[in-house]
């Protein structure tokens, strides 16, 4: 059974730094994307970042860019998501995916297979 658990939530200040954990077991991802959606109330899931594990590329969403870094250890099938200056608007649930259908890094969710059961994080103001 393919499973995705991520951890790391919490509830922070504005400016603060959380990092985000997402441990795979049930199989071996090596040449999926892994990659990292949110969402909150209201809201629709949103994509934040992806990792290839095939050749390390990234992608991030716009509102991340320059905060956030994706990483991964393909040898502890763990990705990381690293979150610096974090602003009240990241506040959500953030969940880890893997897409183990295509090369190129999707930043829709319909695209991935595999989801965790998400983790909170809230930044006060």
């Known amino acids: 059974q393919v499973q995705l658990v991520e951890s790391g939530g919490g509830l922070v200040q504005a400016g603060d730094s959380l990092r985000l954990s997402c441990k795979v077991s049930g199989r071996t991802f090596y040449r999926d994307v892994q990659g990292w959606f949110r969402q909150s109330p209201g809201k629709e899931r949103e994509f934040v970042a992806a990792?290839?594990?095939?050749?390390?590329?990234?992608r991030y969403t716009d509102s991340v860019n320059g905060r956030f870094t994706i990483s991964r250890d393909n040898a502890r099938n763990t990705v990381y998501l690293q979150m610096n200056s974090l602003k009240s608007e990241d506040t959500a649930v953030y969940y880890c995916?893997?897409?183990?259908?295509?090369?190129?890094?999707?930043?829709?969710?319909?695209?991935?297979?595999?989801w965790g059961q998400g983790t909170q994080v809230t930044v006060s103001s």
């Open positions: 990792v290839s594990l095939i050749d390390g590329r990234t």
């Open positions: 995916a893997a897409d183990s259908d295509r090369f190129s890094i999707s930043t829709s969710s319909t695209d991935y297979d595999y």
